[in-house]
Structure formats: C-alpha cells, structure tokens
C-alpha cells in the first residue's frame, strides 16, 4: 500500500478528497472553486483549455453549494469545480462546440448530464475546447484555437475532448466531462495521464449533447483517478425520456466495486491492437502494466485474436461522416447559429453559411457522408459498413464469453508535436485504431495512466461487455492502488 498523498495546492483535490474536507468543514467550496480559478488564470494563456470561463457562475454556484453543505444536505460531488465540454448545453452559457457556426450560440436549456450535476450541487468553472464538432484527435481543430499539452506545450492533448483531458492535467478544475464518438475521451486521457471512462452506448443520455454521430456518442467522465469516475458516472448514469436510446436499467451504486480483489478475473490481450507502427515504448509499458495485473491476480490470455479490428477504421469513416453529415444538415444559417446576411438569395444564404461557418474537417466529413449514403454509392459503403459493424460487435460478443475485459492501449503513440498531423488527415485518423472499434460495438471503455516515455504520458485500455463499467473500473481501481502513475502531476 502506498502512504497517503499530501496536498498542499487544493485545485489538486481529487473530488472524495474534497469531499471529505468539505464535510468536515476544513475547507469551503469558495476555496476550492477560487483554488481553481486562480490556477485557471496562472496556466490558461498557456494551456488554452477553456472556451468560456465561468467565475462569476462559478463563486455563486459555490456559495450556495456551502450552503447545502451547512445544511448537510449533500452528494459527493457538492461544491466541487469542474469543467464541461463545449458540445454539452448550458442553459445561458454560450455553447460553441468550438465552431464559427455556434459560436455565439445560447442555449435555452441544460443537457440532461448538465442537469444533474446541478442537481448535485456542482460548480462550473468553464468550458472546454475540443476539435469543432467533435471531429478530431488533437483539438487543433478548433476552429478558435488550439489547445497545448500540459506535459509538453509544444504537443497536441490529444481530442476532440482535448480541452477537458488539459485542464483536469493542469488542475484547472477538479474533474470534467467530455463525450467520445471514436475515442474523444479515452485518447485525450491517455495524451494528459488522466482518468477517461465512456460508458456503454445508452448508459448516459445524450440529451442536450450538440450530436456528431448519434449511434456512437456517448459522454463521459474526465477524472485524476478511478474513485472519482466512479462517483462522476454515479451522478450521470441513468435513464431519460428526453433520450430514446437511453437505457432504462438501474444504476447501480459505482464506488461499491471499488476493491483491490481482481483474483480469478480473466483479462484477453488482442494482439490486433498493437498494431503495426506502434511506439516500441508505449508497447512496453502496456505490457508490463498488464504484468502488473497478472501479479495482482488476474489470469491473463496474453495472445487473443480479433480479426475484425483490421476493418474498424474504415467502418467508423463511413458510418460516422454518414451520421455527422446528417446532423449538420440543421446549420442552414435559419433556425439559429452563425447565418451569412449578404446573400443574394436564400440558397446563396445557406451556401455561403456553410461555407463560413464550418470549418475543412468538418465540411470533409460532410463530403465523406454524403457521398458514402448518395444513392448508388449507398449500398457499396454504408450498408456494408454496418454489415462489417455487425462483424465486429459479435466478434467482441465472442470474446466476452472467454474474458471479464480485454486490455489494450489507448493509442498507438505518446502525444505527437502541434501541426505534426494536422494536414494528413489519415495520420490523424490512425491515432484512434485503438479506440474506435470500442464506440462501433457500443462497449464500455476506460483509459487510465500507465507509464511516460521521456515525460510523455501512456494510456491503458480496459474494455467490458455491455453494462460492465463495474468490471472495468474494479481493475482500474486494483491497479491504481498498486501504481503511481497517476498520482504525477505537470510542472507547469
Ligand atoms: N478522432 C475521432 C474522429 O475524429 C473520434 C472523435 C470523437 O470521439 N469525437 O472522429
């Protein structure tokens, strides 16, 4: 067991830290939300994590949120600062999905997720950067600016949710949620050795979630460690009529499966994820740490084969621009958003909104979308990527009738140089072959930290069947309270 950790700076709290501070009235929820403003104000000129800052919400979230804690009346999450993805709406809050097309956009209501943590008593403190729509792995995307690395400024943090993975590294924040249509949470976690969980496909609803590609999204926790994704996911799990594809189990109660037992578990190791091309570090790191985890008990199956995974790429480029291009067809500069005013007709209106208002990856995917579904293309691309799609779910189907959890990496690679991929989209679209394949099965997913190479964080993937999120977050947990990796912080 390791000792107990000394904190000194409180935008350093993990949230159950706070929390029992809060509650024992060493400390208020004023502090700790000024804490993380004040580091807001030290490292964002450099970090560029945040789209929106909101102290002044903020200072009276966190003033009422005292109250309830002088009242007693309060969840684990009361009074505890964090951060939202730009794609997520906040009612009054100006929601850009880092977008020209919404970038004076206020919503008229809260997301669900928002919704709850309000309910809980949270403190907003900003919004989060991401690639625009969603639609990227590094957040240079955004079409406002780029977000850096807190571990290396001169390198990507990884996206779309690179915004949030940044500023819970830098401890802007105490936590923060982001969405993952590809990959969008657990890569950016892997990138800033952050805790990154996207639930199955239905746990979390996604109303009010601006939509990218709507059989894949799904929102998530961003944390420092697995205890408090626990408590995150507990507070936004469930169902809501508000989201048709929202499940309607109950939620079970996340912290409770957090022991230390993983004895007997059977963990597969897909030999199709150390894909060609990976970093000789970062595969070393992943299997040491699965070592790790054979020494605290599990059984490990270290030569699994998932023949399927060769195809996910090109699935998820079919099906997600074909859903994406759908749901962008609401940007028509009418109903609201950016809309061109010097038009000479309403065509040229629509046109010229497009053309403005989006930026190039986003009208590629549009291009990639409606081309794959157009009529004589339809049945050659998109139907037989969801022939493929199906393939690829029974194949993990398969699999999770062997194993409790497959473990892979999170990425390929280590978090590469700004503008090192930023003009080769497919380079770009490499970084998630880890990941994709996980939102096309509809699967839970975590990344947790698992080593650095020369100061550089790597990710680990643990993937469950449907619903298994406890699975996953009691092997997280089991090797978290044997490791330190993320316990590191940034010097910056
Ligand atoms: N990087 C992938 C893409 O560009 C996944 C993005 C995501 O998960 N939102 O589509």
């Known amino acids: ?99 020209k097309m919404l970038e004076n956009f206020v919503p008229p209501y809260d997301a669900t997720v928002v919704e709850r943590l309000n309910n809980c008593g949270v403190v907003m403190v900003g919004k989060a950067n991401m690639d625009e729509f969603a639609m990227g792995s590094s957040t240079e995307h955004s ?53 990154g969980l996207k639930p199955t496909y239905g746990r979390v609803s996604r109303y009010g979630l601006v939509a990218f590609a709507s059989s894949l999204d799904q929102i998530g926790p961003l944390t420092q460690d697995v205890t408090d994704c626990a408590l995150v996911l507990n507070a936004i799990a469930g169902y809501d009529d508000r989201d048709s594809t929202s499940v309607p189990y109950s939620v079970p109660d996340y912290t409770q499966c957090l022991t230390t037992d993983i004895k007997g ?36 199956e270290w030569e699994v084969s998932l023949p399927h995974t060769a195809h996910a790429l090109a699935v998820y480029y079919i ?11 609401r940007y028509d500069g009418v109903k609201y958003g950016f809309s061109y005013q010097e038009a000479d007709s309403m065509w040229d209106a629509m046109e010229k909104t497009r053309q403005y208002g989006f930026g190039d990856e986003v009208k590629r995917r549009i291009m990639l979308g409606t081309y794959a579904l157009s009529a004589g293309y339809y049945d050659a691309y998109y139907l037989k990527a969801q022939k ?87 092997i997280a947990y089991a090797y978290q309270q044997a490791t330190e990796w993320h316990e590191r912080r940034t010097k910056i």
């Not at 690179?162 to 249509?181: H, K, M, N, P, R």
């Not at 597969?268 to 790191?285: D, H, L, S």
């Not at 099906?319 to 067809?329: F, K, Q, R, T, W």
Request: charged share 20%.
């Open 319 to 329: 099906i997600a621009p074909s859903e994406a291009m759908a749901n962008l067809a």
């Open 388 to 474: 493929v799609r199906t393939l690829i779910r029974q194949e993990f189907d398969q699999a999770f009738e062997k194993y409790d959890a497959l473990i892979t990496p999170t990425s390929p690679t280590v978090p590469f140089k700004m503008g090192e991929k930023v003009d080769d989209p497919v380079q770009m679209y490499l970084s998630d072959v880890c990941t994709l394949p996980i939102n096309i099965a509809g699967l839970p997913a975590i990344s947790i930290p698992a080593g650095f190479a020369d100061g550089l964080p790597i990710g680990m993937q643990i993937i469950g069947k449907p619903f298994s999120e406890e699975t996953l977050l009691k």
């Open 1 to 99: 067991m390791k000792g107990v950790r000394q904190i000194t700076d409180h935008n350093r709290l993990t949230i159950h830290e706070a929390h029992n501070l809060l509650k024992d009235k060493q400390l208020t929820s004023v502090e700790l939300t000024k804490a993380c403003l004040e580091r807001i104000k030290q490292v964002e000129p450099r970090v560029k994590a945040l789209v929106t800052i909101t102290e002044e919400l903020a200072l009276e979230q966190a003033r009422k949120a005292d109250e309830l804690l002088a009242s007693g009346n309060t969840s684990p999450l009361t009074g505890i600062p964090a951060i939202i993805k730009d794609n997520m709406c906040t009612k009054g809050i100006r929601t850009t999905c880092s977008s």
């Open 265 to 300: 578990l059977r963990i597969g190791i897909p030999r199709e994820y150390f894909v060609e091309g990976m970093q000789a570090e970062v595969e070393t790191a992943i299997r040491t740490a699965i070592g790790k985890l054979e020494e605290l008990g599990a059984t490990v």
């Open 143 to 195: 079409a406002l600016f780029p977000t850096h690395n807190p571990w290396d400024l001169s390198r990507v943090p990884g996206g779309s949710s690179g915004g949030s993975a940044a500023a819970v590294a830098a401890g802007e924040a105490i936590y923060a949620l982001g969405s993952d249509t590809g990959g969008s949470i657990r890569q950016p976690a892997g990138f800033c050795s952050v805790t």
